[in-house]
């Protein structure tokens, strides 16, 4: 991370020169994870015998810029010591600097409020153990930006495909609609009161039912409707709108002037399906006490739906 500023390099020698500690807001991406831009870091001096492998130094790399990056080999030369250094996140050592270049030595970082040391002896551990790991993380971030861009055109293409594919069910369904019949036949087994099975047949399949009819000792003009089903893979055909338009009219048929039937309460699908084929809740006083005690053991509560023909 560097500063052209030569204002800044002035101000932090003078400061360091002077015993102080220096603090500033990095600039920056070469030494991610570690430091981003806006961390706040703190430098102190250091005389250039005591820095170690890992240490991170804030020192000059030209002659108005600034650097700070670790410190991955030392080595004595005829100019004195010599230290190469290298961000975390490149791939490849970075500047050679020598002892008169440093400034001072990186031992904390504030991020969120919140304070790292960088110069107890287990974050100096980690940082001789991170010199390595640090030739192979540019590697891994690389890695996993092209795993994620390789996912997001895999989730795209996938989104294609199902788009097609339920366009293409979409054309299949409006051709298999015209080939579903509605068959309406007596419920054999009803005893005294009046059933009637509706079937939806898809070539002499049956695809959906339900029943309808008055309950035994019920009002002759007030029928029910029990079991609306379909297969799963039929709907979306409008299979369900056609029983109970078939139901309704054969209610009205036999002299029924309103159809009921029950449902969840906590089912908004079903509670929009009927409130479209004309349904609206109503109260029946003496169902309220049953309906409720079997929401008590069941913990699903159903309502009356009723539509007038």
Not at 60 to 79: E, G, Q, T
Not at 87 to 109: E, I
Not at 113 to 118: A, H, I, K, T
Request: net charge positive; hydrophobic share 45%.
């Amino acid at each position: 991370m560097k500063c052209p500023h030569v204002e800044f390099l002035n101000i932090g020698r003078s400061v360091l020169k002077d015993g102080n500690l220096l603090r500033f807001s990095v600039a920056g991406g070469s030494m991610r994870p570690l430091l981003f831009t806006g961390d706040i870091v703190t430098v102190k001096p250091c005389a250039p015998q005591d820095i170690r492998l890992g240490d991170i130094v804030f020192c000059r790399v030209a002659r108005d810029r600034l650097c700070m990056h670790r410190v991955v080999k030392k080595r004595s030369s005829r100019k004195g010591l010599e230290f190469t250094l290298k961000g975390d996140a490149w791939f490849m050592a970075g500047n050679t600097v020598f002892a008169k270049d440093l400034l001072g030595k990186v031992v904390a970082r504030e991020r969120n409020g919140r304070v790292f040391s960088l110069d107890n002896p287990m974050s100096r551990s980690l940082s001789l153990l991170f010199i390595p790991v640090s030739y192979v993380l540019p590697l891994l971030f690389r890695c996993a930006r092209f795993a994620r861009l390789f996912f997001l055109f895999l989730v795209k293409r996938i989104l294609l495909f199902l788009q097609g594919f339920k366009a293409y069910r979409s054309r299949a369904k409006r051709r298999m609609r015209a080939h579903v019949s509605i068959s309406t036949a007596p419920y054999e087994n009803a005893g005294p009161q009046d059933v009637i099975i509706i079937s939806a047949m898809y070539k002499k399949r049956v695809v959906g039912r339900l029943s309808v009819g008055r309950l035994e000792g019920g009002p002759a003009d007030i029928w029910w409707v029990t079991g609306l089903s379909v297969d799963w893979f039929y709907r979306g055909m409008d299979i369900g709108r056609k029983l109970m338009d078939a139901a309704c009219n054969a209610a009205a048929g036999r002299g029924a002037s309103y159809v009921r039937l029950h449902v969840f309460e906590k089912n908004p699908i079903n509670m929009i399906f009927y409130g479209k084929l004309g349904f609206s809740r109503i109260i029946i006083p003496e169902l309220e006490e049953s309906l409720q005690r079997e929401a008590e053991k069941t913990k699903e509560r159903r309502v009356v739906l009723e539509k007038k023909l």
